[in-house]
């Protein structure tokens, strides 16, 4: 008799509408394959905390902004974290998991990283342009983010958002990474259509930004999408640290890079499941 497979939740929204990306598709393809080394059932992010128990990990990906379900995320995460649930991504990271306070902190300590405040006594430390983006501490997917021109600044209320300059960059790229090591990179050659995304050749110094973000992370079991741009000068400049369930537009790799991210991802879930279980 073949020996029993480890049991995997694999936790998305099917339904939830991405702009100019297909979660389903994307999960429904990724499960698929994950199915060849695991038992893997499908679930929805609401159904998680009670499901979980049942299985040897739970494997978080298109799960859709946790702004939507904040109550029902923070009660899984409290509960993984009791029970010693192996999760994946591990819970540990302190990017986008953890809300925006990641940008502050990596513009306080120097990181190249789009200027950022939370304060209207720290504006003077931005750059003068004409306008701003101002966005929630705990938003995603573009969700409150407004633009403000400068004279407006005063009337924006402190304390939840976070306030930087609107950059006229000359394209948007991504690199994706399992554990601390680097897959593949998609760019955004067209400014104004982020998800109309391309390959991308990094070059040595595009891959030392990168991974100086991924290691200042504390993420060892997981997926992680640095995101940045390209500043008219050449510059690169981080957007985003994306550690809680990136999208990973597998559909635009060829069949060997894709089967390469595949391998990856399981032997780094095989690697977690050979982990003792947090207690």
């Known amino acids: 008799m073949a020996a029993a497979k480890p049991r995997v939740l694999y936790v998305t929204d099917l339904a ?4 100019g ?7 429904i393809q990724l499960s698929s394959r994950l199915r060849e ?6 679930c929805h992010p609401l159904d998680a905390a009670a499901l979980m128990d049942g299985f040897d990990a739970v494997l978080v990906r298109n799960s859709g902004p946790v702004l939507n379900y904040h109550a029902e995320y923070e009660a899984f995460r409290t509960r993984a974290l009791l ?4 999760v994946y991504n591990q819970l540990s990271g302190r990017a986008d998991m ?10 306080a300590a120097g990181y190249p990283v789009i200027p950022t405040v939370d304060r209207a006594q720290d504006l003077a430390r931005l750059p003068v342009v004409p306008e701003y983006v101002v966005k929630p501490k705990l938003g995603a997917d573009s969700i409150g983010l407004e633009i403000v021109p400068r004279e407006r600044l005063g009337a924006v209320t402190y304390g939840d958002v976070l306030v930087q300059p609107l950059i006229r960059f000359a394209y948007e790229v991504s ?6 090591t680097f897959q593949y990179a998609l760019h955004a050659p ?7 995304l391309e390959r991308y050749e990094p070059t040595a110094a595009d891959l030392d930004f ?10 060892e079991h997981g997926i992680q999408r640095v995101d940045a741009c390209r500043t008219s000068e050449g510059e690169l400049l981080l957007v985003e640290l994306e550690d809680l369930n990136p999208y990973l537009s597998l559909d635009l790799l060829d069949a060997t890079t894709r089967d390469s991210f595949v391998a990856a991802l399981t032997a780094s879930l095989r690697t977690l499941l050979a982990t003792k279980p947090a207690t």
């Open 16 to 19: 939830y509408q991405a702009r």
């Open 210 to 219: 990168a991974t100086r973000f991924v290691d200042w992370n504390t993420v």
């Open 83 to 86: 029970h010693g649930t192996r």
């Open 21 to 27: 990306r297909r979660y389903c598709d994307e999960d």
């Open 175 to 180: 690199f994706y990474f399992v554990d601390r």
């Open 98 to 107: 953890a809300g925006k306070q990641y940008l502050l902190d990596l513009s």
């Open 190 to 196: 067209h400014p104004d259509e982020r998800w109309r």
């Open 37 to 42: 080394d695991f038992d893997v059932a499908l």
